[in-house]
């Protein structure tokens, strides 16, 4: 298990090492300016604000010198300060990272919670009524995308129902209450998709491992249907499920970029997308490397409980 | 790594229990605290510099954080602010009288030593200013204790107005100078201090009990919350979460007017227009600028752009309440296609040309008159394929001269015909001058007009300024675009303005506003 971990930690750290060059590069290789945007306006670009500033801001050095500047304060867990607001990067990333980190669990909580008894619903009732239905919903699920979704639950919930807030965030400290439901309508629009698929996967496995022979003898043995299902065949169904949310975790992430913009929510995904409009390279560059390391805390995180389900997995490692 | 699990444990209880948790805490959204007035802007402001422009919300927040020497009231007219009086020995100078017992939101006195580091800021090309064209040829000079002396190397009919406009907001010398964050720090005068701030995402301002306007502000708290996304801001003032969004979505302007509980004011705001690239043949043909002129069909922009909510532009953009207006020259620039074609034919282009132009792709209004004017071009045979960019990328093409022509939406300066200076003379330090442009006649009518000081005489040259201006159409002028605030029936006070307040209008009412 140590040595598992261990080769699992380090392949992580090389990813994040590859990372941090290519988010480097990305964010140079947009085209756009941020002296540009910030003095274009304001001063008509004048050649000699412009290149003060470039000055001021190290972007007139070679890309090679502010890599290494960059990379060696990284290194540091310094993240330099922010081009527009010239505040510390990492002051942001701390407030922003949680409020994303949110919005997964959330998404996760709803995909799991109402996935798994869908699944198992459709699968335990196959070929009746009420398991077309929970067939249906979670076809349904999956198949309507984020922006569809949270569009229909910001008109239905909070314009027509006013039952919850259409988008926005309150901080947790001023308004716990508040902070929550505020939480809720985008839980459910990134959670709902992936519900539909841990539906589908749940129903699948579970079909497939009711065919097995220790699943017959426990029938046999004069156990019912349902409890044969749940007892004996479910935690050997969940292999597959938990691979699929290991693997669709990660799309969680992506999701939070149409949310974060559809709920008014100021998680990382926001902060990525306003910096690199105004091509603030330390927070794009910062915001990406903090992407890059949920992505790969959350796959290693995966691989654990993989491993703890299916010691196959361990061995093959 | 606690606070994260316990969220985490809190969100799967809100999951399950949403609709219950929900329907409690929506009361508490929709009654408002007392005196808390929740306010959707659209711009998300990330750089707070009272000095540096950064999109219309930013001006509601330091307009409110900050106080300059004179403001604008709700009727448009100059009053005192940090300066009780001012007088003009002479028409390049106004010398101020400072209010006594004005205090910084840090405690600290206002002293003259403060206005003329906070001028001089302005000035200093370190700082990059938005007002530092027009107070570069400034001296500003410290009479005594409570006087401040401006004087510019020739008479400037329209200082006091650049002096009362938000951005020449006054400063704290000792606290600038202590190496405060300024770009997300605010220490101001004025009737609203910054108690919270996350850049781009909210502020929530508090009432400064020291503000030196009796009575003022009225409100205990302002809640900003920055929303780009239109919709949202719209949906978030329907369902009860906000009590007044700025920037209404023209789209959405009539829905919010026909419901009871919503009061919606709009006023012409900013102008569009089509900018050309005058380093270029053959924009640099004024006859080919003209020809396109009057190719554009106004009434449609305005029609379908603008959800009826823009007001052609057949003349100059000088508002018709301006003492300035012209009457006279309304109508000199209309739909009139044989004159287009004979304008084009006489500049050597009969057989039609290809143009590109550069249109941001973040608004409809940008993308829909796109659409029209390249209909309206092509029946006079001018292939005009559109470019749909991201604001930078505009920005940068701009000033970098790399385009034909693109259309943008100008907010109006000034108020004072002096903007004209500031939109297209060839010595502005505003970015989205004409590049290329430059015109003697049209100078010296400028020059001579900033000059006087009587308004008569001012008229008939600005006349002759605008005459000028449509004979040799640097910018097509389209439409007014009417800016709207749409608020619950609770918010009273707010009074909405036209022209080159529009901008400002939120937050010269701010302080006046209460909630019922």
Same mark, same amino acid.
């Given at each position: 298990?140590?040595?598992?971990?261990?080769?699992?930690?380090?392949?992580?750290?090389?990813?994040?090492?590859?990372?941090?060059?290519?988010?480097?590069?990305?964010?140079?290789?947009?085209?756009?300016?941020?002296?540009?945007?910030?003095?274009?306006? *304001?001063?008509?670009?004048?050649?000699?604000?412009?290149?003060?500033?470039?000055?001021?801001?190290?972007?007139?050095?070679?890309?090679?010198?502010?890599?290494?500047?960059?990379?060696?304060?990284?290194?540091?867990?310094?993240?330099?300060?922010?081009?527009?607001?010239?505040?510390?990067?990492?002051?942001?990333?701390?407030?922003?990272?949680?409020?994303?980190?949110?919005?997964?669990?959330?998404?996760?909580?709803?995909?799991?919670?109402?996935?798994?008894?869908?699944?198992?619903?459709?699968?335990?009732?196959?070929?009746?009524?009420?398991?077309?239905?929970?067939?249906?919903?979670?076809?349904?699920?999956?198949?309507?995308?984020?922006?569809?979704?949270?569009?229909?639950?910001?008109?239905?919930?909070?314009?027509?129902?006013?039952?919850?807030?259409?988008?926005?965030?309150?901080?947790?400290?001023?308004?716990?209450?508040?902070?929550?439901?505020?939480?809720?309508?985008?839980?459910?629009?990134?959670?709902?998709?992936?519900?539909?698929?841990?539906?589908?996967?749940?129903?699948?496995?579970?079909?497939?491992?009711?065919?097995?022979?220790?699943?017959?003898?426990?029938?046999?043995?004069?156990?019912?249907?349902?409890?044969?299902?749940?007892?004996?065949?479910? &935690?050997?169904?969940?292999?597959?499920?938990?691979?699929?949310?290991?693997?669709?975790?990660?799309?969680?992430?992506?999701?939070?970029?149409?949310?974060?913009?559809?709920?008014?929510?100021?998680?990382?995904?926001?902060?990525?997308?306003?910096?690199?409009?105004?091509?603030?390279?330390?927070?794009?560059?910062?915001?990406?490397?903090?992407?890059?390391?949920?992505?790969?805390?959350?796959?290693?995180?995966?691989?654990?409980?993989?491993?703890?389900?299916?010691?196959?997995?361990?061995?093959?490692? | 790594?606690?606070?994260?699990?316990?969220?985490?444990?809190?969100?799967?209880?809100?999951?399950?229990?949403?609709?219950?948790?929900?329907?409690?805490?929506?009361?508490?959204?929709?009654?408002?605290?007392?005196?808390?007035?929740?306010?959707?802007?659209?711009?998300?402001?990330?750089?707070?510099?009272?000095?540096?422009? *950064?999109?219309?919300?930013?001006?509601?927040?330091?307009?409110?954080?900050?106080? &300059?020497?004179?403001?604008?009231?709700?009727?448009?007219?100059?009053?005192? *602010?940090? *300066?009780?009086?001012?007088?003009?020995?002479?028409?390049?100078?106004?010398?101020?009288?400072?209010?006594?017992?004005?205090?910084?939101?840090?405690?600290?006195?206002?002293?003259?030593?403060?206005?003329?580091?906070?001028?001089?800021?302005?000035?200093?090309?370190?700082?990059?200013?938005?007002?530092?064209?027009?107070?570069?040829?400034?001296?500003?000079?410290?009479?005594?204790?409570?006087?401040?002396?401006?004087?510019?190397?020739?008479?400037?009919?329209?200082?006091?107005?650049?002096?009362?406009?938000?951005?020449?907001?006054?400063?704290?010398?000792?606290?600038?100078?202590?190496?405060?964050?300024?770009?997300?720090?605010?220490?101001?005068?004025?009737?609203?201090?910054?108690?919270?701030?996350?850049?781009?995402?909210?502020?929530?301002?508090?009432?400064?009990?020291?503000?030196?306007?009796?009575?003022? &502000?009225?409100?205990?708290?302002?809640?900003?919350?920055?929303?780009?996304?239109?919709?949202?801001?719209?949906?978030?003032?329907?369902?009860?979460?906000?009590?007044?969004?700025?920037?209404?979505?023209?789209?959405?302007?009539?829905?919010?007017?026909?419901?009871?509980?919503?009061?919606?004011?709009?006023?012409?705001?900013?102008?569009?227009?089509?900018?050309?690239?005058?380093?270029?043949?053959?924009?640099?043909?004024?006859?080919?600028?003209?020809?396109?002129?009057?190719?554009?069909?106004?009434?449609?922009?305005?029609?379908?752009?603008?959800?009826?909510?823009?007001?052609?532009?057949?003349?100059?953009?000088?508002?018709?309440?301006?003492?300035?207006?012209?009457?006279?020259?309304?109508?000199?620039?209309?739909?009139?296609?044989?004159?287009?074609?004979?304008?084009?034919?006489?500049?050597?282009?009969? #057989?039609?040309?290809?143009?590109?132009?550069?249109?941001?792709?973040?608004?409809?209004?940008?993308?829909?008159?796109?659409?029209?004017?390249?209909?309206?071009?092509?029946?006079?045979?001018?292939?005009?394929?559109?470019?749909?960019?991201?604001?930078?990328?505009?920005?940068?093409?701009?000033?970098?001269?790399?385009?034909?022509?693109?259309?943008?939406?100008?907010?109006?300066?000034?108020?004072?015909?002096?903007?004209?200076?500031?939109?297209?003379?060839?010595?502005?330090?505003?970015?989205?001058?004409?590049?290329?442009?430059?015109?003697?006649?049209? #100078?010296?009518?400028?020059?001579?007009?900033?000059?006087?000081?009587?308004?008569?005489?001012?008229?008939?040259?600005?006349?002759?300024?605008?005459?000028?201006?449509?004979?040799?159409?640097?910018?097509?002028?389209?439409?007014?675009?009417?800016?709207?605030?749409?608020?619950?029936?609770?918010?009273?006070?707010?009074?909405?303005?036209?022209?080159?307040?529009?901008?400002?209008?939120?937050?010269?009412?701010?302080?006046?506003?209460?909630?019922?």
């Amino acid at each position: 298990m140590l040595r598992f971990l261990g080769h699992r930690l380090s392949s992580a750290l090389l990813t994040l090492a590859i990372a941090a060059v290519a988010v480097f590069l990305v964010a140079r290789m947009i085209p756009g300016d941020p002296v540009m945007i910030m003095l274009g306006e *304001a001063t008509g670009g004048d050649p000699a604000a412009v290149a003060r500033m470039r000055n001021e801001l190290g972007l007139d050095r070679s890309l090679f010198v502010q890599f290494s500047n960059w990379a060696m304060r990284l290194l540091q867990g310094d993240f330099g300060v922010s081009i527009r607001s010239g505040e510390p990067v990492l002051d942001d990333l701390l407030l922003r990272i949680p409020r994303s980190l949110e919005l997964i669990a959330g998404g996760l909580l709803v995909a799991v919670l109402l996935g798994l008894p869908l699944g198992i619903l459709s699968a335990r009732n196959r070929g009746r009524l009420s398991g077309a239905i929970s067939s249906i919903v979670s076809v349904i699920g999956f198949s309507a995308p984020v922006f569809v979704s949270g569009v229909i639950l910001v008109v239905v919930f909070g314009v027509w129902l006013q039952v919850l807030p259409s988008s926005g965030y309150v901080p947790f400290a001023d308004d716990p209450l508040l902070h929550l439901s505020c939480l809720v309508l985008p839980s459910l629009a990134i959670g709902l998709n992936f519900m539909g698929v841990v539906a589908r996967v749940t129903r699948a496995s579970l079909i497939d491992t009711m065919d097995n022979d220790y699943v017959a003898l426990a029938r046999a043995k004069g156990l019912s249907r349902g409890r044969a299902m749940i007892r004996h065949a479910l &935690p050997n169904a969940m292999v597959p499920v938990i691979a699929i949310i290991g693997i669709r975790a990660g799309n969680l992430l992506g999701g939070t970029v149409i949310v974060e913009a559809l709920f008014d929510w100021p998680g990382l995904s926001s902060l990525l997308v306003s910096a690199s409009f105004s091509r603030d390279y330390p927070v794009i560059q910062g915001s990406l490397i903090a992407i890059f390391a949920i992505f790969i805390l959350i796959s290693l995180l995966i691989d654990l409980a993989q491993s703890f389900f299916d010691p196959r997995v361990r061995a093959t490692a | 790594m606690e606070m994260t699990r316990r969220s985490f444990a809190l969100t799967g209880l809100t999951a399950l229990t949403g609709l219950a948790l929900g329907g409690t805490s929506l009361s508490a959204f929709a009654a408002g605290k007392a005196g808390t007035l929740r306010y959707g802007t659209v711009t998300e402001v990330t750089n707070i510099d009272p000095h540096i422009y *950064a999109g219309n919300s930013w001006k509601v927040l330091i307009g409110v954080l900050y106080s &300059p020497l004179v403001t604008f009231d709700t009727k448009g007219e100059i009053v005192p *602010a940090v *300066a009780e009086s001012w007088e003009q020995p002479d028409a390049a100078t106004i010398v101020f009288r400072l209010r006594e017992g004005v205090t910084f939101h840090d405690g600290s006195a206002l002293t003259a030593d403060d206005v003329v580091f906070s001028l001089e800021r302005i000035r200093d090309e370190a700082t990059g200013a938005t007002l530092r064209g027009y107070l570069v040829d400034c001296t500003i000079a410290k009479v005594d204790e409570r006087t401040v002396e401006v004087k510019k190397s020739e008479p400037d009919a329209s200082l006091l107005s650049v002096l009362a406009l938000p951005e020449a907001a006054m400063v704290s010398k000792a606290w600038v100078e202590s190496g405060v964050n300024i770009k997300s720090q605010a220490n101001g005068t004025g009737p609203f201090t910054l108690a919270e701030y996350e850049s781009g995402v909210r502020a929530r301002l508090a009432a400064n009990p020291s503000y030196f306007i009796e009575g003022e &502000p009225k409100l205990e708290t302002v809640d900003f919350r920055m929303i780009k996304s239109d919709d949202a801001r719209v949906s978030a003032l329907r369902s009860g979460q906000l009590d007044m969004i700025d920037f209404v979505p023209w789209k959405d302007i009539d829905m919010l007017a026909r419901m009871p509980n919503f009061e919606v004011d709009s006023a012409s705001g900013a102008f569009m227009s089509v900018w050309f690239n005058a380093t270029r043949a053959p924009f640099d043909d004024p006859r080919v600028r003209r020809a396109m002129a009057f190719a554009v069909d106004r009434e449609a922009i305005s029609r379908a752009a603008f959800f009826g909510h823009g007001t052609p532009i057949f003349s100059a953009p000088t508002p018709e309440d301006s003492p300035y207006y012209n009457a006279d020259l309304k109508g000199t620039v209309s739909l009139d296609i044989e004159k287009a074609k004979a304008l084009l034919a006489e500049a050597g282009h009969g #057989e039609g040309l290809d143009m590109e132009l550069i249109v941001y792709q973040g608004l409809g209004i940008y993308t829909t008159t796109a659409q029209i004017l390249q209909a309206n071009l092509k029946e006079i045979g001018v292939n005009v394929s559109i470019r749909l960019v991201e604001w930078s990328d505009l920005v940068s093409r701009k000033n970098g001269a790399d385009y034909d022509a693109m259309i943008y939406g100008v907010s109006m300066k000034l108020n004072d015909p002096d903007a004209y200076s500031y939109y297209l003379g060839s010595e502005s330090a505003y970015w989205a001058k004409p590049i290329g442009y430059r015109d003697e006649t049209l #100078e010296a009518l400028l020059d001579e007009g900033r000059q006087l000081t009587d308004q008569g005489a001012r008229k008939a040259v600005y006349a002759k300024a605008e005459e000028r201006i449509l004979e040799t159409m640097p910018w097509i002028f389209i439409n007014y675009r009417e800016q709207a605030q749409a608020y619950t029936r609770k918010v009273k006070g707010y009074v909405h303005l036209g022209g080159a307040l529009s901008e400002a209008a939120p937050a010269i009412s701010l302080p006046k506003i209460a909630l019922d």
